[in-house]
């Protein structure tokens, strides 16, 4: 149920400062009454869900200020079609940051709602800046904005004079164009427009899936109004460590990378792919695409439909998206072979970023990292992680550790990050591949650790990132509905099978 192409963009991106649990002041933690009654309408966007319904909430731009400027937000909801066996409205949080809620919906609002046996009304909203909301721009140069440019890729031999200087710029661009609503992009400021959502939907509680960077936004809100959350699913979280959060996330997907690759390797040496067999055997597939990779580093190719370069970078990057669900391995394997045909000249296989990210995107994205915790600003301290980083894990060449715009951000961490603690109702259930490309089990393991007995956690053993109604394991999506329809959670953390 993750969000499909663009998020998983959007999330290959990434992806709070206190040391001590956070204390949330009542009025900074409560939603301020009155919010404005929906004006609920037909959804109209291509794609929308048959019966699904759309609405715009104004909320406080600035939440110390309630009376203050408004910024728009767009919200939809599909209802149950079982009004006798209706409970409440089950949240769906998407991922990125940047992913659109509203999209979500249109898109998995019927299968969740078939899921869960009509128990919900099924809602969603767009983030500050996303989709239908009010939109921010920044100004980057298009340049700045190819996506092998934005998320700073290493050179060859593990230069990142280019990211440095194109860091720098992004962040000026942001802090001369982005103004008030930029600055107001913060995952609390997400969760506090969530809460008055649910105010405006006239629920006492919540239930929520949250996927992704949204496991991270449904945490926060679960710690900032525990009182309003009901039955609550984690699907792929990351480590919420406060000090470090986009950062940290970042980091984490060199080694998660290595986590799933084994799984595409067996795939592309399968005899059952008969001529598109990329090897023998699995284990001759990392050497022969590090060579691949390493090739189009010292003799890049082009793009036969852009011109644009076809570069070792571009192919670590196809792979490190690839990895996300097996629907995508056909797409770096397609890649691999058309470089390993034709000689020299233009590959005829489609480029894969044929336009940069949009304006839109590429703001929110580095609002919120940006805005929600302070990152490291010594280039040279990159320059040093990104050194050990591509020697470790060669397979994403050292873009995990790479600098971004953070390093140069104005304005930033107003408000310090939420710490996610075991304070709270028993009432979170947790569930993660062990083989996550961006999510690594082990982040998982320490939003695990801080949660406590409030949450239990499934394990599912595959690849993948995202979990419920998406990888395909009978057991965990069994599980997550039961959750979600009856209340009912594993006694322990457990582990389901593949294959079950």
Same mark, same amino acid.
């Given at each position: ?57 104004? +909320? ?39 992913? /659109? ?22 809602? /969603? ?7 239908? /909301? ?46 008030? +609503? ?28 949250? +996927? ?54 067996? !795939? ?72 390993? /045909? ?66 140069? !951000? ?84 457990? +582990? ?5």
């Amino acid at each position: 149920m993750r969000s499909r192409t663009r998020t998983a963009v959007i999330v290959a991106l990434s992806a709070a400062a206190c040391a001590t649990a956070l204390a949330v002041p009542a009025q900074a933690a409560s939603s301020p009454a009155g919010s404005p009654a929906l004006k609920w309408h037909a959804c109209t966007a291509e794609g929308s869900a048959p019966g699904s319904e759309c609405a715009t909430l104004p +909320v406080p731009l600035d939440y110390s200020k309630p009376s203050g400027p408004t910024v728009d937000i767009a919200v939809s909801r599909l209802r149950s079609d079982r009004p006798h066996a209706r409970r409440g409205a089950l949240l769906l949080i998407s991922g990125g940051p940047g992913g /659109s809620g509203v999209r979500d919906l249109a898109r998995d609002g019927e299968k969740v709602r078939k899921a869960t046996k009509g128990a919900y009304d099924i809602v /969603s909203l767009d983030p500050r800046g996303v989709g239908g /909301s009010t939109a921010i721009d920044c100004g980057i140069d298009e340049d700045d904005r190819q996506m092998l440019n934005f998320r700073a890729w290493p050179r060859p031999d593990g230069d990142i004079s280019d990211g440095v200087a194109r860091s720098r710029r992004v962040a000026e661009a942001c802090a001369r164009n982005g103004g008030d +609503v930029l600055r107001s992009l913060t995952t609390r400021n997400q969760a506090r427009d969530t809460d008055r959502f649910r105010e405006a939907l006239g629920e006492k509680k919540l239930s929520a899936v949250g +996927v992704s960077y949204g496991t991270y936004v449904g945490a926060v809100y679960a710690q900032m109004f525990p009182e309003r959350t009901d039955r609550w699913v984690l699907d792929s979280s990351a480590d919420p460590d406060p000090a470090r959060v986009a950062h940290g996330w970042l980091n984490n997907m060199s080694g998660g990378a290595d986590d799933a690759f084994p799984d595409f390797a067996r !795939w592309a040496a399968d005899p059952a792919r008969g001529k598109d067999r990329l090897a023998e055997r699995a284990e001759d597939v990392r050497p022969m695409f590090l060579a691949l990779a390493a090739e189009l580093d010292r003799k890049p190719r082009t793009f036969k439909d852009t011109g644009h370069a076809f570069t070792g970078n571009v192919l670590r990057q196809v792979l490190q998206m690839s990895l996300y669900g097996k629907e995508r391995y056909p797409t770096v394997a397609g890649l691999i072979q058309a470089a390993r /045909s034709g000689g020299d000249g233009p590959v005829t296989a489609p480029d894969p970023f044929p336009e940069p990210l949009s304006q839109r995107d590429a703001a929110v994205f580095a609002g919120i990292v940006c805005n929600d915790v302070a990152w490291p600003r010594d280039p040279a301290a990159y320059r040093r992680d990104v050194a050990v980083d591509r020697v470790r894990h060669p397979l994403t060449g050292g873009m995990p550790a790479s600098i971004t715009p953070c390093a140069f !951000w104005k304005d930033a961490h107003a408000e310090k990050a939420t710490r996610i603690t075991d304070r709270g109702p028993s009432n979170i259930l947790m569930v993660q591949n062990l083989r996550d490309p961006s999510t690594p089990h082990r982040g998982a393991l320490k939003m695990r650790e801080a949660l406590g007995d409030r949450a239990r956690l499934v394990s599912v053993d595959a690849g993948g990132h995202g979990v419920w109604l998406d990888s395909g394991n009978a057991c965990s999506d069994r599980v997550v509905s039961e959750f979600l329809v009856t209340g009912e959670r594993p006694a322990r953390d457990t +582990v389901c099978r593949a294959g079950h």
